[in-house]
Antibody
Framework: QITLKESGPTLVKPTQTLTLTCTFS??????????VGWIRQPPGKALEWLAV???????RYSPSLTGRLSITKDTSKNQVVLTVTNVSPVDTATYYC??????????WGQGMLVTVSS | QTVVTQEPSLTVSPGGTVTLTCASS?????????PNWFQQKPGQVPRALIY???NKHSWTPARFSGSLLGDKAALTLSGVQPEDEAEYYC?????????FGGGTKLTVL
């Protein structure tokens, strides 16, 4: 059974760096073809794809946020970490951690709401 | 900046058939964009429906199908049920990165 869970701060001040952790179970990020990514959704708005890291440590980022995002994996801990630098209120969103396999984002975490406010 | 466009809203009658589409600002959507489709109901986590254009997950109801229609990706619902009322998002692959469409709000009325 594949599960993913997001953790991190629920409130961040503008200009700070947001660090989110995805802790997963039921699969290994060392298995060929597997990736873990992040997707966010501002309140009342559409989904936005952010980043993904694959089993062989290939990393891909949203072109609109390149430079502000960093994604890393710790295979031994079954964790993936996303950092977002220089946050502003527009980064307020529910952040989802997602399992990718065979070009499919099939399993999602429950999501966590992060608010950027002073 | 790549833009993926979906119909903002569609309405369908129960038992009817409706097709949602997904267009790319870079040109025709192909199988190489590996279209994915997701369903999201209010207050819920998005649920994956279709991957690689037309492949269904084990939990995807048979009435959902994916295809390429002209220069777009398409999601067709046949025999629509009231519980299909939801927001639907497509996701396209662009050589590594991915972009979501703006979503289609489907009303069953």
């Amino acid at each position: 059974q594949i599960t993913l869970k997001e953790s991190g701060p629920t409130l961040v001040k503008p200009t700070q760096t947001l660090t989110l952790t995805c802790t997963f179970s039921g699969f290994s990020l060392s298995t060929t073809g597997v990736g873990v990514g992040w997707i966010r959704q501002p309140p009342g708005k559409a989904l936005e794809w952010l980043a993904v890291v694959f089993w062989h440590d290939d990393k891909r980022y949203s072109p609109s946020l390149t430079g502000r995002l960093s994604i890393t994996k710790d295979t031994s801990k079954n964790q993936v970490v996303l950092t977002v630098t220089n946050v502003s209120p527009v980064d307020t969103a529910t952040y989802y951690c997602v399992h990718f396999n065979d070009f499919s984002g099939d399993y999602w975490g429950q999501g966590m709401l992060v608010t950027v406010s002073s | 900046q790549t833009v993926v466009t979906q119909e903002p809203s569609l309405t369908v009658s129960p038992g009817g058939t409706v097709t949602l589409t997904c267009a790319s600002s870079t040109g025709a959507v192909t199988s190489g964009n590996y279209p994915n489709w997701f369903q999201q109901k209010p207050g819920q986590v998005p649920r994956a429906l279709i991957y690689r254009t037309s492949n269904k997950h084990s939990w995807t109801p048979a009435r959902f199908s994916g295809s390429l229609l002209g220069d777009k990706a398409a999601l067709t619902l046949s025999g629509v049920q009231p519980e299909d009322e939801a927001e639907y998002y497509c996701l396209l692959y662009y050589g590594g990165s991915r972009v979501f469409g703006g979503g289609t709000k489907l009303t069953v009325l």
